[in-house]
């Protein structure tokens, strides 16, 4: 099982690449890119640029908000918050990239393929290093 603590730390200073929704299956899914630090998270092959894979499921509500940003800009994540406060709870998951934001509630996260665990709140908040950089890919 993975902590929701390292997932809060992984998705903080990530830049969203790609994300999709499957409705009657209750799920949305995101992938996000680490190439700010070293990671032993999943890579594409051929690229050295570390991935971040999560999954919402038993998904119970989904907000987006552009938030004034620029349309095409990439979303690098500068604050992230993810919450259970009882075995049992829905999780409560937010995402901000500077003004777009994401959030939600769903019965299970998944990261990598493992389901992530624990009871607590975990928030990053610092400034993400540097510009978001347009994936080449």
């Known amino acids: 099982m993975a902590g929701f603590r390292e997932m809060c730390d992984a998705l903080h200073g990530a830049t969203l690449e790609h ?18 630090r070293a990671s032993t998270h999943s890579t594409a092959a051929g690229d050295s640029a570390p991935r971040v894979e999560m999954r919402l499921e038993d998904v119970r509500w989904v907000r987006w908000s552009a938030g004034g940003g620029d349309a095409g800009a990439p979303w690098r994540i500068s604050a992230a918050g993810i919450e259970r406060l009882a075995e049992g709870d829905v999780w409560r998951i937010y995402l901000n990239a500077g003004g777009p934001e994401i959030e939600g509630a769903c019965g299970r996260i998944v990261r990598d393929g493992e ?5 607590g709140r975990a928030y990053r ?8 950089e347009p994936y080449p890919g």
């Open 115 to 119: 389901e992530v665990d624990g009871v």
């Open 125 to 132: 908040s610092a400034p993400a290093t540097g510009p978001a």
């Open 19 to 36: 994300h999709s929704a499957h409705l009657s299956a209750r799920t949305f899914a995101m992938t996000f890119r680490r190439d700010d």
